[in-house]
């Protein structure tokens, strides 16, 4: 880890600068894709959204009913090629938890517009870890109010969970490592125009960033709009000393280079060189999970049953006694926060696409006396630094030929669309 602060937005290469990363395509989010759209300067977007669009959406979200039952990363996606072809746009269809950090670590600039503290929580992580500043936005139909908060990892500065308590990560509830998602959030079934409102806020906010008007911006403070009592407010926030996360960048290096084919003996070798004795290997709030047991009829699954958390295929998570297709259940001791020597050898001779991990991960590498942190690469030219993404495997299908291909990373991954060009 690296506790010093991260490099000034100034500093940023042109294609970070131009790149966005915006996370929720609903109330908020799928107002703003139609803002982003007209921004100069903009490059380079992902969109990551899990769900699709159901007919309820038609009425608080920027949709037609064409759209009704497609992805909503597909269908935005979709919509911003069409209207700013010069923007290179990536979808990705899965839970914010689940998506490679490596996917977003090219951007400049991290958007949430999520109705999930869970999800919110995950995205301020990954924004923090990746010295990325983060914008948050959300609304509240009952008080009617529009609300967004600006972050930016720097010493001292507060992120999004320093306020929190622990009441709050209670709500947050739980899942079991062979659920792919959180759980279900109720939706705010918030009025568009209050989506739009924040949207716009947002598209305010990353017009300052595209013109380099960095001293504008609204970082280390929340602008809340009462519609209701036609109020606004701004408050400042102060780093918590007793925050739950710990503030730290990551320290991602280039070597040793890990691709998702090599084994995890071979891994090992290769961070015992740069890292030091007693290597180990990980993913930083993730497990895998070395044994499963059926809730229902209580049988064990062992064997080759090693797997990160999040990325069990469902294949693998139906009991194969009773055949239930229920969530199977991870209990502590068979849950593994590091990939190790004493492993055994069959578990060992997996590849780390085997146990989960794919192309993007970053993983956590430890030797003797020192950790940092490595990119999983299927090429040895980092995305960030290529004109174009491309990846060496491609599905059949897909969500929408027309828009681009469909890039699969495993069957309980998630799927990215790709412009193909």
Same mark, same amino acid.
């Given at each position: 880890?690296? *506790?010093?602060?991260?490099? @000034?937005?100034?500093?940023?290469?042109?294609?970070?600068?131009? %790149?966005?990363? !915006?996370?929720?395509?609903?109330?908020?989010?799928?107002?703003?894709?139609?803002?982003? %759209?007209?921004?100069?300067?903009?490059?380079?977007?992902? !969109?990551?959204?899990?769900?699709?669009?159901?007919?309820?959406?038609?009425?608080?979200?920027?949709?037609?009913?064409?759209?009704?039952?497609?992805?909503?990363? %597909?269908?935005?996606?979709?919509?911003?090629?069409?209207?700013?072809?010069?923007?290179?746009?990536?979808?990705?269809?899965?839970?914010?938890?689940?998506? $490679?950090?490596?996917?977003?670590?090219?951007?400049?600039?991290?958007?949430?517009?999520?109705? +999930?503290?869970?999800?919110?929580?995950?995205?301020?992580?990954?924004?923090?870890?990746?010295?990325?500043?983060?914008?948050?936005?959300?609304? @509240? $139909?009952?008080?009617?109010?529009?609300?967004?908060?600006?972050?930016?990892?720097?010493?001292?500065?507060?992120?999004?969970?320093?306020? /929190?308590?622990?009441? *709050?990560?209670?709500?947050?509830?739980?899942?079991? $490592?062979?659920? %792919?998602?959180?759980?279900? @959030?109720?939706?705010?079934?918030? $009025?568009?125009?209050?989506?739009?409102?924040?949207?716009?806020?947002?598209?305010?906010?990353?017009?300052?960033?595209?013109?380099?008007?960095?001293?504008?911006? !609204?970082?280390?403070?929340?602008?809340?709009?009462?519609?209701?009592?036609?109020?606004?407010?701004?408050?400042?926030?102060?780093?918590?000393?007793?925050?739950?996360?710990?503030?730290?960048?990551?320290?991602?290096?280039?070597?040793?280079? !890990?691709?998702?084919?090599?084994?995890?003996?071979?891994?090992?070798?290769?961070?015992?060189?740069?890292?030091?004795?007693?290597?180990?290997?990980?993913?930083?709030?993730?497990?895998?999970?070395?044994?499963?047991?059926?809730?229902?009829?209580?049988?064990?699954?062992?064997?080759?049953?090693?797997? /990160?958390?999040?990325?069990?295929?469902?294949?693998?998570?139906?009991? &194969?006694?009773?055949?239930?297709?229920?969530?199977?259940?991870?209990?502590?001791?068979? /849950?593994?926060?590091?990939?190790?020597?004493?492993?055994?050898?069959?578990? /060992? =001779?997996? +590849?780390?696409?085997?146990?989960?991990?794919?192309?993007?991960?970053?993983? &956590?590498?430890?030797?003797?006396?020192?950790?940092?942190?490595?990119?999983?690469?299927?090429?040895?030219?980092?995305?960030?630094?290529?004109?174009?993404?491309?990846?060496?495997?491609?599905?059949?299908? =897909?969500?929408?030929?027309?828009? =681009?291909?469909?890039?699969?990373?495993?069957?309980?991954?998630?799927?990215?669309?790709?412009?193909?060009?």
């Amino acid at each position: 880890m690296n *506790d010093h602060s991260s490099p @000034n937005i100034e500093s940023r290469s042109p294609a970070q600068v131009g %790149a966005i990363t !915006l996370v929720g395509l609903g109330n908020i989010g799928s107002h703003l894709v139609q803002l982003l %759209a007209n921004l100069p300067g903009l490059t380079q977007v992902t !969109l990551v959204d899990k769900d699709r669009y159901e007919p309820a959406n038609l009425a608080t979200q920027r949709i037609t009913r064409a759209d009704v039952g497609g992805a909503k990363s %597909a269908v935005q996606a979709a919509w911003l090629r069409l209207h700013n072809p010069s923007v290179q746009v990536t979808a990705v269809a899965a839970d914010i938890a689940h998506v $490679p950090a490596g996917y977003l670590r090219c951007s400049g600039l991290i958007i949430a517009c999520l109705d +999930s503290l869970a999800s919110r929580v995950v995205v301020n992580q990954l924004a923090w870890r990746l010295g990325i500043p983060f914008l948050d936005a959300g609304v @509240n $139909p009952e008080a009617g109010l529009v609300r967004i908060n600006a972050y930016q990892p720097i010493e001292e500065a507060a992120c999004f969970e320093c306020p /929190l308590c622990d009441e *709050d990560y209670r709500s947050m509830g739980g899942r079991t $490592p062979c659920e %792919a998602s959180d759980r279900e @959030n109720p939706p705010t079934n918030a $009025p568009a125009a209050l989506g739009a409102m924040a949207a716009a806020l947002l598209g305010v906010e990353c017009g300052k960033f595209f013109r380099g008007d960095v001293d504008a911006i !609204l970082f280390g403070r929340q602008f809340i709009v009462n519609v209701a009592q036609h109020t606004s407010y701004r408050t400042s926030f102060r780093r918590n000393p007793k925050c739950r996360f710990h503030h730290a960048l990551w320290d991602i290096r280039s070597a040793p280079v !890990l691709s998702p084919e090599i084994t995890l003996g071979a891994a090992l070798d290769l961070i015992q060189r740069h890292a030091g004795d007693h290597p180990r290997l990980g993913i930083e709030g993730r497990f895998f999970a070395s044994a499963w047991h059926c809730p229902k009829c209580g049988s064990v699954g062992r064997g080759g049953n090693f797997r /990160l958390d999040g990325r069990i295929p469902n294949v693998a998570a139906r009991c &194969t006694v009773c055949r239930n297709s229920n969530a199977l259940l991870v209990s502590g001791p068979n /849950l593994v926060p590091w990939i190790h020597r004493d492993l055994p050898e069959l578990v /060992l =001779g997996l +590849s780390l696409a085997d146990v989960g991990i794919v192309s993007g991960d970053i993983v &956590t590498v430890m030797g003797e006396g020192q950790s940092f942190q490595v990119e999983v690469l299927t090429q040895r030219v980092h995305r960030c630094d290529a004109k174009s993404i491309s990846e060496p495997t491609l599905s059949p299908g =897909g969500l929408s030929a027309a828009a =681009g291909v469909v890039i699969p990373i495993s069957s309980a991954d998630p799927t990215i669309e790709k412009e193909h060009r």
